[in-house]
């Protein structure tokens, strides 16, 4: 199982970024899927989820209404759309896939089986 997540780079505060994250080796249909976040000298925090239908999604406050999570199961995509952008949403961010029916809320770490290798957002002021 594979998450390849891109579309990282430096932008400035105010502006916009658009994140994807490519799975390969999993039935993409039947798993939940994370963003995360990691800043330096932080924990790794939950951004937003998205159910396998893509009807339910699921956010922190620091990004609501700013971020937006899509999936398109044909192609085994899940999207961040990063408006707004902050210099404190500077960080590494994380795709993350975890089977359908786990129980627990997306926001939980600990309930994901698969992890990207991170891309890192720069927001400069």
């Known amino acids: 199982v594979q998450l390849q997540a891109s579309g990282g780079g430096v932008v400035q505060a105010g502006g916009s970024l658009r994140l994807s994250c490519a799975a390969s080796?999993?039935?993409?249909?039947?798993?939940?899927l994370g963003w995360f976040r990691q800043a330096p000298g932080k924990e790794r925090e939950f951004v937003m989820g998205?159910?396998?239908?893509?009807?339910?999604?699921y956010y922190a406050d620091s990004v609501k209404g700013r971020f937006t999570i899509s999936r398109d199961n044909g192609k085994s995509t899940v999207y961040l759309q990063m408006n707004a952008l902050k210099p404190e949403d500077t960080a590494i961010y994380y795709c993350a896939a975890r089977k359908n029916g786990a129980g627990s809320p997306m926001l939980s770490r600990a309930t994901y089986d698969y992890w990207g290798q991170g891309t890192l957002v720069t927001v400069s002021s």
């Open positions: 998205i159910r396998w239908s893509g009807s339910t999604t």
């Open positions: 080796g999993v039935t993409f249909n039947s798993y939940g």
